[in-house]
Each structure stands twice: as C-alpha cells, then as structure tokens.
C-alpha cells in the first residue's frame, strides 16, 4: 500500500518536471555516469531503454560505443521473466507489450556475464532499496545474485527528488550499489 502511494506520489512529480530542468539535468547526470565508467574495468554492461520519466541513455551509449563494452538491454518474456539481450548497432529495437524499446538479438548473457548493471527507478528507500512500476521483473531476474561468485555492480541513474527519507524496501527489492543525480553520487555500500 505505502509502495502504491509512493508510485503515484512520484510518476505525478516526473510528470510535472520542466523541460528546462530535465535537458540539462539528464546531461549532467549521463556525464557523470560516463565519469563512474572511467573508473571501472567493463566488458559487458545493462542499459535500459527509457520510458517515461526514466534518464536517456543516449550520451552513455554514444560513449560506450568507442570502447570495446558489450551493451544489453532488457527483454520482457512470459511468466514475468527478463533475459538479458545484446544490443548492437544493428539490433532492432521492437517494442514489448509496456510500450518499451527491446533488442531483437537473440544472444543473450547471464547475469553472472554482466559487470555492470544500470537499472532505472521510480524512487529508492534511504537504505538503497529499489522502487519500479510493481511489476518485480527485475526483482526476480536479480533474486540469486549475492549467491554468484562475482556479483555485478548495480547502479541507478535518475533524479534527486527520487531519492526518499522512508524505508519501505523489502528483502526482495534490488538493493544499488550506487545512485547517480543531477547533484550527488550516493553511495549504499
């Protein structure tokens, strides 16, 4: 029920964003992410294809695209389940049944393959707990990964309003690493 207000609190103030403050927010916040990725060692990466108010990519895979970095993207499939679809330049991108961009790329990677997992947010508790749209999928794609021997780093992208004081995390919610805004790198570490 919190988790329900708190969606709806949220999708209504992504809603009412300026597009004076959403251009060079999301700039700000891209820049900062292709900083973080300096600093990593990355063979293959998570995007996701933005929907919504969710922060484009499109500075991050323009960057990634001069180096030799793997990019997937997530494919919707039945029973609630994600796999995990290379993209290239030479995917097509169709449209799942939300209306989000996937990859047609029939390889796909495991989650123990991927170093870096960028997943978008509605908001995230001040423990670092994930908030999405309640569907769970990346819930359930991530539920092993502290048992792999090589966990992914998992990083939100988004604004700093979505950040909220509240705990409403559950043990099944995807915990990050670290979120990047406009004005800070959060660390939950």
Do not use: W
Not at 91 to 116: F, R, T, W
Request: net charge positive; aromatic share 10%.
């Amino acid at each position: 029920m919190v988790k329900n207000k708190l969606r709806k609190s949220l999708l209504k103030q992504g809603l009412a964003l300026s597009e004076d403050f959403i251009k060079p927010s999301s700039t700000d916040i891209q820049n900062k992410f292709i900083e973080f990725l300096d600093s990593q060692t990355i063979k293959n990466i998570l995007l996701y294809c933005p929907f919504k108010q969710e922060i484009k990519l499109d500075q991050v895979i323009k960057n990634i695209n001069k180096r030799s970095i793997k990019i997937y993207l997530p494919k919707v499939l039945p029973q609630k389940k994600l796999s995990f679809n290379l993209y290239t330049s030479e995917s097509d991108l169709i449209k799942n049944k939300y209306g989000i961009l996937e990859s047609n790329n029939l390889h796909c990677a495991q989650v123990h393959e991927i170093d870096l997992l960028v997943i978008p947010f509605l908001g995230v508790d001040r423990h670092g707990r994930r908030l999405g749209y309640g569907g769970g999928y990346y819930d359930r794609a991530l539920e092993n990964i502290q048992t792999l021997k090589s966990v992914p780093l998992i990083v939100g992208i988004g604004y700093e309003y979505q950040l909220l004081k509240e705990i409403f995390g559950e043990n099944h919610d995807i915990k990050y690493d670290l979120v990047i805004t406009e004005s800070n790198i959060h660390s939950y570490v």
